[in-house]
C-alpha cells in the first residue's frame, strides 16, 4: 500500500502536488525518490533524524504544557521546494518590505513625517507599548535599525504568497535552518543527488558581515547577549555565536565605565563595539526600563545615545512590527519607496474602528483575532475552530479594549506532505525567511518551514507543538537529472 494512500488534497493549495497526487513540476525527481523509498526505511530513517536532533541538544521549550517542558524541535523530512523564478520575486518582494520598515522606524524616531503627514495614526504609535521615547533622535550606524528580520509568510489557497507578520525584534530559529539541512544531508543524501540546492555556507559570513558594518568603528568587538540558559531560544544564542565566532555572553559579564561598554575577561576588560542582544528592549538598561530587571546592564542606554555601541535589533523596533501597525506596512512602502508592495499582507481588521470592531463581532466564528501584543500563537482565537464557550469569553475579552485586537480572515494555509504514523498525511505549512541588513540588504536563501504537525491545526508555531521542515531554494541552473 502506497504511504499517500490517504493522502488528501480537497480544498487547500498544495505545494508539491497537483491533482490526481501528480507532483509539480520542480518538485517531480524528489516525488519520485521518495515514493521509491519502503515505509519501513521511511519509518527508520524517520527516527535517526528526530535521534540526531536529541543527540545534538537541539531544544526549545513548549510553554504551553502546563510544565514548561523543553523538547527537540520535530523534523519532518520532506522539504519545501521553491524554484528560482519564485524565489527571485519573493526576495524582490521582501527586500521591498524591510527597506520600507527600516525607513518607517527611522522616521518615527526622527522626524515623524508619516505621522505628520496623516499616513499613521499618531495615536497608534506614542500608546504602542513598543514605542520608546527613550532613544528618539538617536542617530545609528547607515540609520540601520533592522539588522535581522524574519518575516513569516503564507501561501493561500490560490498559492500567493502574503507576509503574515513581521518579527524586527528578537527573531529566533536561524540555528534550526542549518541543523535541518545538515540533518537532511546526513539522513537523506540522496535527495541531493537529484537537485542543486542554493548552499547556506555562506551564510554566517554575510551575518558576520552585517554586524560588523553596523559597528560604530573598525575592528570591533562583537558579542551576543543572551538572558542564559533557561530561556527557550538559549540553543539558538548559543549556536549563532559559536558560528560567526563572537563571544556569547550574559548581562553580568558586561559592564559601563565612562560611557563605553566592557565585557570582563580573565585579561581584564575589553571594549564592546556591537551587542547582537536576545534580550527584550524592557530588560536591557535596569536605569532606563525595568529597575527590577538582572539580566541588562546598567547605563547601557546612556553608551547607546553617545554612539558608542551598537545594539542590534535597535531599541524600539516593536513599534513596527506591532500587529496593528502591520495593517500600515503597504502604506510605508508607497509613502517611502513610492512603490506597490510586491507581497501582499493579509487583510486585517483593526478593532479600534467601531464599524471594523461590530463586523468583526458578528463574524468573529469565521475569523482569527490575535492581542496586538503577543505572539508565538499565544492569546488568539481561531473561529472555525473554537467552542462557542471560547468565542463568547474571547468576544467579552476584546471589548475590554478592543483597540488591542485585530481579526483576520482564516486563511487556508498550502500544504506539504509530512510523514506521520508510516503515512504521509497533508498538514499546514508557514515559511520564516531571514534578512539581513548592513551594507546592503541580504535575503537569506530558504528560511525555516514550520509546519502544523497535529492534523488539520493552523498553528506552526513551535511553541505550540509545530515542527519543521528544510527549505530549498533551486539554483537557476539546476543539475541533469
Known sequence: MSVFHSYKLEGYFDEMLEKGQQPRGHCKPFHEKLTDISPEELQTRYELAQSDFLRQGITFTVYSDNEGTERTMPFDFVPKIIPPDEWQELERGLIQRFDALNAFLDDVYHE?????????????????????????????????HIFMAGIDLIRDDQGEYRVLEDNLRNPSGLSYVFQNRYVMRKVYPEFFNEYSVQSLEQQF??????????????????????????????????????????????????????????MKTARGLKKVDVIYRRIDDEFLDPLEFREDSLLGVPGLIDVYRAGNVSILNGIGNGVADDKAIYHFVPDMIRYYLNEEPLVKNVDTYLLRYQDQLDYVLDHISELVVKHTSESGGYNMLIGPHASKEEIEAY????????????????????????????????????????????????????????VALKEGSLVVNSSQGGGAKDTWVLEENPLEV
Do not use: W
Open 205 to 262: 559570513s554575510y551575518l558576520h558581515s552585517a554586524m560588523a558594518s553596523l559597528a560604530p568603528s573598525q575592528n570591533p568587538t562583537i558579542v551576543l547577549l543572551t538572558p542564559g540558559v533557561h530561556n527557550s531560544a538559549y540553543y539558538d544564542h548559543s549556536f549563532i555565536a559559536q558560528r560567526t565566532g563572537i563571544e556569547l555572553v550574559e548581562g553580568k559579564d558586561l559592564v559601563v565605565r565612562e560611557r563605553q561598554v566592557f
Open 395 to 450: 468576544k467579552k475579552q476584546i471589548l475590554k479594549n478592543p483597540s488591542e485586537y485585530i481579526a483576520q480572515p482564516t486563511i487556508k494555509l498550502s500544504r506539504l506532505p509530512a510523514f506521520k504514523d508510516d503515512r504521509f498525511a497533508a498538514c499546514h505549512v508557514d515559511l520564516r525567511v531571514f534578512i539581513f541588513g548592513g551594507e546592503k540588504t541580504h535575503v537569506f536563501p530558504g528560511g525555516l518551514t514550520r
Open 112 to 144: 515623524q513625517n508619516i505621522l505628520k503627514d496623516g499616513v499613521i495614526p499618531r495615536d497608534l504609535i506614542v500608546n504602542c507599548q513598543h514605542f520608546f521615547e527613550q532613544v528618539a533622535g538617536i542617530d545609528l550606524p547607515r540609520r540601520q
